[in-house]
């Protein structure tokens, strides 16, 4: 029997790596998929069935509100909401500009404030919902180069846990997934070396995969299986943040 039978799920940021995996396996198991991605041609490879494609920039409420309505307008509803859009880049602290650090917050924080600020509504009328944002193990531990990364992740981590707060009396259920480093388009040209030297660190000893991330946002989905997680951050992260 498969996990997501007959459930609606919007994946936003589905054009490529762990937003893509999940989107992937919510098909396996069952689900129809709105796969939504600054790039919608990006999304349509990975389309099956009644599953469809569309374009958002996370950036813009317009855009945002334009996406929602046009998924409830095809499948009348939205069981399962996936935030995995975001941007990732590296600047010193004493060198950030304050443009460096809006830019970030607008993707990586205000971009799901605004898919969960137009989807939630939605669900709550229903009285049914998950919501899963994907954050980073960096959010907890911190990184040089990533004082507005990481700022923006642990904002994701406090949005969801008061999220939960306020939206689980309408059985709506928002969890955080905080992934370790996976090896996806959002590294860049990183070297062999640096790979190597990254991953010795790590007490698994290795980075990820999208497909070791993916069953998380299946189980946080799914019934019996995520019914008790609420505000709850996850850490598939090979053991870097225990
Ligand atoms: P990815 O392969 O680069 O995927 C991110 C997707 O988000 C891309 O398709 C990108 O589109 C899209 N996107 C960027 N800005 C957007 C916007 N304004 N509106 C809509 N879509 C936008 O990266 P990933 O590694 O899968 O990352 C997914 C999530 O996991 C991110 O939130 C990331 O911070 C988090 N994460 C990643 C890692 C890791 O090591 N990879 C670790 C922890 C957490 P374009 O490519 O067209 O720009």
Redesign the pocket.
Known sequence: MSKLTSKVALV?????????AIADLYQTEGATVAL????EK?CTKTVRGDSSSYS????SSDSVQALVAAVIKRYGRIDILV??????NECPFLEMTPETFDNMLT??LR?IFLTCRYVAPHMVERKAGRIIN?????ALKGGVGMAH?TAA?AGVIGLTRTMALELAPHNVLPNVI??????????GDVSDDWVKEKEAALPLGR?GT?AEIAPTAVMLAASPDGDLYLGQTLGPNSGDVM
Request: without cysteine.
């Open positions: 936003i940021g589905a054009g490529s790596g762990i937003g893509r939504a991605d600054l790039n990006a958002v920039d996370v950036t935030n995995s859009a975001g941007i990732l993707v990586n971009g994907i954050a980073s193990q960096l990364y992740k905080a992934p370790g480093p996976i090896m996806t388009p959002m590294l980075f999208v």
